[in-house]
């Protein structure tokens, strides 16, 4: 089945240093979603991403969908201590199938 | 804002014993999940629901899981009889467009399912 990988697992990041996670799958993706969860609580969606080699940014966070649409990222500039939690990527092996989330990178912040 | 809806919040049960979690979706939403969280661990699909029947199923939905939309606006999770490895949040989720196309997918705040 397929498989959605996510590096680092765990991040510690001073505040105001960047982010970035990566998303990796072993077959080739229709879409991809990226999704936060904060401790505790529940996934929210931010963003999908359609198009090879498509860029989205929210803010401070950017997005982008590799051209072989194999990889996906998420970068944070500047993170803030209100960025802790786990990103999970969310990907549907083909359209119409449903997601297969990722393992997440989980993301701290020293203020 | 509209949100989906979870009872109960946290369900302590006896191994063996039938377990019913409650979700009520975003109203005008035509598909329904449900997922399940083992603690620090990663999100997994359980099943998804559309048009009052299963539309897809993961391994880990056994013959001891069953779903249901018993009226128009709740739709539960029964697990019928309770194992250990049970143990987890269970998260609902709804879309308005299938979630592998473009619909993005909408949580619930989780029923916590602790099997003693």
């Known amino acids: 089945g397929q498989q959605v990988m996510q590096i680092p697992q765990y991040q510690h990041v001073q505040e105001g240093e960047d982010f970035t996670t990566y998303c990796n799958s072993s077959?080739?993706?229709?879409?991809i979603q990226w999704y936060k969860q904060r401790p505790g609580g529940h996934p929210v969606f931010l963003i999908q991403l359609v198009k090879s080699g498509e860029v989205k940014k929210q803010k401070r966070l950017t997005f982008q969908f590799g051209e072989a649409k194999k990889n996906s990222s998420l970068h944070i500039t500047a993170t803030q201590t209100t960025d802790v939690g786990t990103y999970f990527c969310?990907?549907?092996?083909?359209?119409?199938?449903?997601?297969?989330f990722g393992p997440g990178t989980r993301l701290s912040v020293l203020p | 804002e509209p949100e989906v809806t979870q009872t109960p919040s946290h369900q302590v049960t006896q191994m063996g014993q039938e377990v019913i979690l409650r979700c009520v979706p975003i109203?005008?939403?035509?598909?329904f999940y449900w997922y399940r969280q083992i603690l620090g661990q990663k999100v997994e699909f359980l099943v998804s629901f559309y048009n009052n029947e299963i539309s897809e199923k993961s391994e880990i939905f056994d013959d001891q899981f069953s779903v249901e939309r018993p009226d128009g606006s709740n739709f539960t999770l029964k697990i019928r009889s309770t194992k250990l490895e049970d143990s987890a949040m269970y998260f609902c989720?709804?879309?308005?467009?299938?979630?592998?196309?473009?619909?993005?997918?909408?949580f619930g705040e989780g029923s916590r399912l602790t099997v003693l």
């Open positions: 989720a709804s879309s308005e467009r299938l979630a592998g196309t473009t619909g993005e997918l909408f």
């Open positions: 969310a990907a549907a092996p083909n359209y119409g199938q449903n997601f297969v």
């Open positions: 109203s005008n939403h035509l598909y």
């Open positions: 077959t080739t993706l229709s879409n």
